[in-house]
């Protein structure tokens, strides 16, 4: 960052110095002129004319050679000595003229100020001084060998002066000059960090983002909009070619602002996608930025702030309902140990325990939807991990129930947290034991991953052969609280629901003969930036 910031100094000292060697080589062409054309005889009347002669064309000559060897220097020693070498020249060229009714001492002054745009501090007020004592001392020494020269004593010390206020000024103005520039080269820094930091933060968005023109050219494109959208590269390209759904939107947009675009559905990806755009720019110039929105992201996040706020809310009516239904079970216990009860009474107490055991499950469901934990999702392999599932879960099974499992060819990454994917597994897995039961002496529960043909996505069946489902009781199988087994709590299904749209997955009944059949279809196994 020093050295791109020092390139600019560096390209600004070249072209000062070589302005500096222009400007020498033209003065030491025009003396040569001069002398050569016979028209100096009014202004160098006291001049020698051989000395001056001399001096012009060793002036001109001797500029030749140092543009030719100090053409890019940038040494300050060899800059000190050109601009000293130049200021003696000239100082010997103002004696041999004449002093100062020859002019010459104004080219000294300038030559001074040039030289002062080259150094800095002390060695520049060091070649002030030393053109000062050139002009002073010559004007001194040709007033005393020629008492009929008149006096220039005056223009002398006052062209001495000036090449101090020539230094001083050209300092002061070069100081201010480096100021400014640094500052500019600093904000310029700061703009190209800030133009930095804006595109990496562009390019982490997980909102899509595009920039059109009037043409609907794509001009801005982050990583985001190409993955959501199926593409490897938009740039510069008509936005027409590749979404006409898109298109739409905008132009509705367009007529009538005020109306929220519709959805649309990207064919590549299979993602549904809600736009929203925003006017850039005057009228002769407009850009429409464009932000591109996963809604199945946007569900995921409604879902967890759904859930939590159920589960703040659930979790303190289940704690003051806990405490008074363990006394009441704890009390039809005991009273159901008396001696002195009936069959018939009996009965009533073993009524009151059995409901509030099941009032105490549907409680325990309520508290694990307030505990629920955040959703993480991994990477996972559906191959291994459900090889790895059903090996544990018939470990744990009772003798009269069995675990069959079919995995297909194909592909089965997917993203899902492996601990709720475990516990949907679990709820859906006694749903199907307890309904295959029903029918048979064995309950039987099948497993079936494979990959979707037309969405081209991993899907899982639980699958039983127990008495299926009615399509009246379809319509409400995952309402909270609804159940069809006086034992059920009504909450597993919904609770599987939940947990399965909270990692962009999707679970539903398919109705089959012989049986019921609840399926997953699991998101793509790409992670969002």
Sequence with gaps: MIAEASRPRVKQAQRLLRLYHLYRLSIGITLVLLISSNMDNRLLEFANDDLLRSGSWLYLVLNILLVVFLENT??????FGLALTDVLLLSWLFFVAGGAPSAIGNLIIVSVAIGNTLLRGRIGLLLAAVATIGIV??????????????SSYLQAGTLGALCFAAALLVQGLTRRLEV??????????????????????LQRMRTGILVLDRQRKVQLANESALNLLGMHDLIGQRIDDYSNALVERLQGWLNNPSLRPQSLTISGTGLTLQPSFIVLGPQDQQQILVFLEDLAQIAQHA?????????????????????PLGAIS????????SEELND??????????????????????????????????????????????????????????????????????????PDQLTQVLDNL?????????????????????????????????????GPGVTPDQQVHLFEPFFTTSSQGTGLGLYLSRELCESNQARLDFKPRQGGGCFRITFAHGRKQI
């Design 180 to 201: 400014s520039e640094s500052l500019a080269e600093q904000r310029a820094s700061e703009v190209l960090s800030l133009e930095a930091l804006n595109a990496l933060i």
């Design 429 to 465: 897995l006694r749903n199907a034991w307890r309904h295959s039961a029903m029918v048979h002496g064995q309950a039987e529960a099948w497993l079936k991953l494979f990959v979707d043909p037309h969405s081209q996505l991993a899907t899982l069946d639980i699958i039983d052969n």
């Design 74 to 79: 940038r040494r300050p020693a060899r800059l």
């Design 344 to 417: 018939a009474d009996r009965r009533l107490t073993q009524i009151i325990q059995d409901h509030s055991q099941r009032m105490n499950r549907v409680i325990e469901n309520v508290l694990q939807l307030s505990r629920r934990q955040q959703t993480a999702p991994q990477r996972l392999d559906l191959r291994t991990w459900l090889e790895q599932y059903v090996q544990q879960a018939r470990e744990s099974v009772t003798e009269h129930q069995h675990l069959h499992l079919s995995i297909d060819p194909g592909d089965y990454v997917t993203l899902m947290d």
């Design 303 to 323: 879902q967890q702030l759904k859930l939590a706020s159920l589960g703040r809310l659930t979790a303190g009516i289940a704690h003051e309902i806990r405490n």
């Design 330 to 337: 704890h009390a039809a216990q005991l009273l159901r140990e």
């Design 137 to 150: 001392g010559s004007s001194l020494f040709l007033g005393l060998s020629d008492s009929s020269r008149p």
